[in-house]
Antibody, heavy 119, light 106 residues
Framework: QVQLQESGPGLVKPSQTLSLTCTVS??????????WSWIRQHPGKGLEWIGY???????YYNPSLKSRVTMSVDASKNQFSLKLSSVTAADTAVYYC???????????WGQGTTVTVSS | SYELTQPLSVSVALGQTATITCGGD??????VHWYQQKPGQAPVLVIF???NRPSGIPERFSGSNSGNTATLTISRAQAGDEAGYYC?????????FGGGTKLTVL
């Protein structure tokens, strides 16, 4: 079955760009018309949707983060990526990648990766 | 802006039925999904499209959605059901999660 795995630096300095990659295994990122999503969770808090990228290349971002977010897909590597610019301590969180179907149900999640923003 | 409102916490006695609500303006017109998240773990989809269970999710988990409230019901609650639960809606351009409910099994 499809599995997702996040990777990237666990520590990012303030004002720099956070870059994470999600590797898809057990299936092709190009098939099925899924929405490849990023979600984060601040320590002790709830889930916050960051955005998604569709197989077609269409992207939608949380309006509160839109000015700082870029998502992309590398089909040759079966990966999708997140870039969040100008990070502050408020961006410290566990970041999850997930697969959403056409109804928005996120049926496959990565294990999550902790990113700390600190100098 | 649209908001989804969940109670911060719900308690249920072992073996009894837990009900977790998710309130939103005319949420009955939306597809609602529910996730279970245990400490230190990623969320798991337990209900999709209001009332459907993914394979592997026990029949004890059920859902409904009408009017301004969607509901997740956990029958015969077990200690292993103790977790955070989140509702979620989607309109193809935006995804919104409820604030989450901590379920305690007594």
């Amino acid at each position: 079955q499809v599995q997702l795995q996040e990777s990237g630096p666990g520590l990012v300095k303030p004002s720099q760009t956070l870059s994470l990659t999600c590797t898809v295994s057990g299936g092709s990122i190009s098939s099925g018309g899924y929405y490849w999503s990023w979600i984060r969770q601040h320590p002790g808090k709830g889930l916050e949707w960051i955005g998604y990228i569709h197989n077609s290349g269409t992207t939608y971002y949380n309006p509160s983060l839109k000015s700082r977010v870029t998502m992309s897909v590398d089909a040759s590597k079966n990966q999708f990526s997140l870039k969040l610019s100008s990070v502050t301590a408020a961006d410290t969180a566990v970041y999850y990648c997930a697969r959403a179907n056409y109804e928005g149900a996120m049926d496959v999640w990565g294990q999550g990766t902790t990113v700390t923003v600190s100098s | 802006s649209y908001e989804l409102t969940q109670p911060l916490s719900v308690s249920v006695a072992l073996g009894q039925t837990a009900t977790i609500t998710c309130g939103g303006d005319n949420i009955g017109g939306e597809n609602v999904h529910w996730y279970q998240q245990k400490p230190g773990q990623a969320p798991v989809l337990v209900i999709f499209r209001d009332s459907n269970r993914p394979s592997g999710i026990p029949e004890r988990f059920s859902g409904s959605n009408s009017g301004n409230t969607a509901t997740l019901t956990i029958s015969r609650a077990q200690a292993g059901d103790e977790a955070g639960y989140y509702c979620q809606v989607w309109d193809s351009t935006y995804v919104l999660f409820g604030g989450g409910t901590k379920l305690t099994v007594l």
